[in-house]
């Protein structure tokens, strides 16, 4: 396997998490008899230019398809993320009814829904129909198709073009990155959302690896792969969302606007981290084993223990972790789209949340951990029969 920037050979092993199903492959009643396909989850590092990264053995085709199920909506703490993006940008970038925004991977309209509100022309492309059909019945026009530098050539230039949790799902980065300089005004400015590297790795964020995720994403790679396709990174911003992420901005290298201090500083950041040496990613493994360990000791210890969100990250944690349906009865989902379908490996069914309250477990472990504080509110009234909250993950916490 050779890095999917510089095309080095990849021989450094960040982390193994042995085999798993892809983590959004959630089965239906008549699938649980039938084989389920397994891909190595193995994460290497480029000890060229430090881009973490798994190999494409599940094609982005077959995951991101009409069967799709997830939908960005059902997080109130997401949607609130994404307002709030629309109020910051359409201020910092002076959008108006003359504007063009484009979102890569616009879900079921979440983020479009307070663009379209303020009258901006807006354009979402999506290459899954099960949430695109959602968004445009919120009256937001979407093109079903997956974003590439071909597919840039024909549409139009955008002043603010985002991508939010997409740039580590695609699997041709390169390529990616070059269409999004063909789809950007002269002065537009583009955006990009991912989950920090630095942040999976002090916090052993290892479940947010899974295969929708081709890469593993730090500054330091990142402007690399901008760099190489004309682009310049000028400004970022630390984010509490997903555990903790980053927004870069970026626009052509050769428009004028300075680079702010908010690059220098983070680049810095993580060069006393090591992320710019294989120092920074050794002793990973060892990490997750312990969590391993401990999550297995408290469950069997204690028993009564039932899963809240059908979440992808969760899938990696209960298949890493070898837990099956006959140590958890059952996770709960607020999505419709989830509920009477079963997780992929380890076949837990999944319900909807009045099945707490007629179950009234001891112990709910929160598979979304970084919706711990939204999910603990909603479900406080389980503190009524004694009930407590796990997560598993930086490491096992019971409140």
Request: glycine letters at 6%; one cysteine or more.
């Amino acid at each position: 396997m050779n890095c999917r920037h510089c095309n080095t050979e990849l021989k450094n092993v960040f982390c193994d998490l042995g085999f798993a199903p892809p983590s959004n492959s959630y089965l239906t009643k008549e699938q649980l008899n039938q084989p389920e396909n397994h891909f190595p989850l193995k994460v290497y590092v480029c000890h060229k230019c430090f881009l973490t990264q798994i190999d494409e053995l599940k094609n982005a085709n077959e995951i991101f398809n009409s069967n799709y199920v997830y939908f960005s909506s059902y997080s109130s703490t997401w949607l609130a993320h994404a307002k709030n993006t629309v109020e910051l940008l359409s201020k910092k970038l002076g959008l108006n009814r003359n504007s063009q925004v484009i979102e890569i991977a616009s879900n079921d309209g979440y983020l479009l829904q307070y663009v379209k509100a303020k009258n901006i022309p807006c354009l979402g492309i999506e290459p899954s129909t099960s949430t695109a059909k959602i968004a445009k019945q919120k009256g937001i026009k979407v093109i079903e198709k997956f974003f590439d530098s071909k597919f840039a050539a024909k549409l139009p230039k955008a002043d603010w073009l985002l991508g939010n949790n997409v740039l580590a799902h695609v699997p041709n980065i390169n390529d990616f990155v070059k269409g999004l300089k063909i789809a950007l005004k002269p002065n537009g400015t583009i955006t990009m959302e991912f989950p920090h590297l630095l942040n999976l790795i002090k916090l052993n964020q290892f479940d947010t690896i899974y295969h929708e995720h081709y890469s593993y994403l730090s500054l330091t790679a990142v402007q690399k792969i901008f760099v190489k396709q004309g682009l310049k990174i000028y400004a970022v911003d630390e984010l509490p969302t997903h555990g903790g992420s980053l927004r870069i901005y970026a626009t052509h290298t050769e428009n004028l606007i300075k680079i702010e201090n908010s690059v220098k500083k983070l680049l810095e950041k993580e060069k006393q981290a090591q992320l710019d040496s294989l120092n920074g990613y050794k002793n990973f493994q060892s990490k997750i084993k312990k969590i391993k360990t401990d999550l297995l000791k408290f469950i069997l210890a204690n028993g009564d223990v039932i899963a809240y969100g059908a979440a992808a990250k969760g899938n990696t944690l209960l298949n890493y972790c070898g837990i099956g349906a006959d140590i958890i009865n059952f996770v709960v989902d607020l999505s419709p789209h989830k509920q009477g379908l079963f997780l992929p490996q380890s076949h837990i069914p999944i319900v909807a949340e009045k099945t707490i309250k007629k179950a009234k477990p001891k112990y709910i472990l929160i598979l979304p951990w970084n919706l711990r504080g939204e999910i603990s509110k909603q479900l406080s009234y389980a503190r009524k029969w004694g009930a407590k909250f796990i997560v598993a993950v930086p490491k096992l916490e019971v409140w």
